[in-house]
């Protein structure tokens, strides 16, 4: 059964906050960043809020038509300063810190640590994150999130890229073809993260 798919509004924003938040309440990074059920429950949500307003502004946001399900879409052109390491003077990391939870280095940290990991010099859809509705999840409603923009990029020549926050979500990635780009980055006494990248499929 073939899933519906909208982009996403601005008046979509609380649902995708609510929908991020939950999905990932039990995942390995967010639990990393907010150490600790109660700190996770009542602060992890202005970090999904503030990702949700970056993408809303400047990419785009796929929504299962029933509110199931999410994902967020930035596309990156070849040289982008705010990708690859080459970090702004303006700081955007520290402006969510400051946004989200002002005494967390974590979150001024995690930011630090992908931009500095992320591929430069190609073009390329950045899968920057995807949620499931925890009562949905192994329906398949994230591999048609995922695989709608997939078949755009094959379309078009372009490059994927994401970084999975676990191990079982990395073999997912795999059978959409993205393959490692790199070693794992270890978060300082956490997780790994996988940054795994796509080549755009060619069809005869």
Known sequence: MGVAIRTAGDGDRELIVRLLDEAFQDDPVSGWVFPGDEYRR?????????FTDVVLAEGRVDLAEDGSACALWLSVPAHDPAHGGEQPESDEFARMR??????????????????????A??????????????????????TA?????????????LAAYLEASSERSVRLYRRLGF?????????????????MWREPRTTG
């Open 179 to 195: 393959e490692p780009a790199r070693e794992p980055l270890a978060l300082p006494d956490g997780p790994h993260m996988w940054p």
């Open 42 to 50: 009542t602060t992890h949500h202005r970090l999904m809020a503030a």
């Open 98 to 119: 400051r946004t989200v939870d002002p005494e967390n280095e974590r979150v001024e940290l995690i930011g630090r640590l992908t931009a500095g990991i992320h591929p």
């Open 121 to 142: 010099g190609r073009a390329h859809e950045y899968l920057w994150m995807i949620g499931v509705a925890p009562g949905r999840q192994g329906e398949g409603l994230g």
């Open 145 to 157: 999130l995922i695989g709608s923009v997939l078949d755009r990029c094959d379309r078009d020549g």
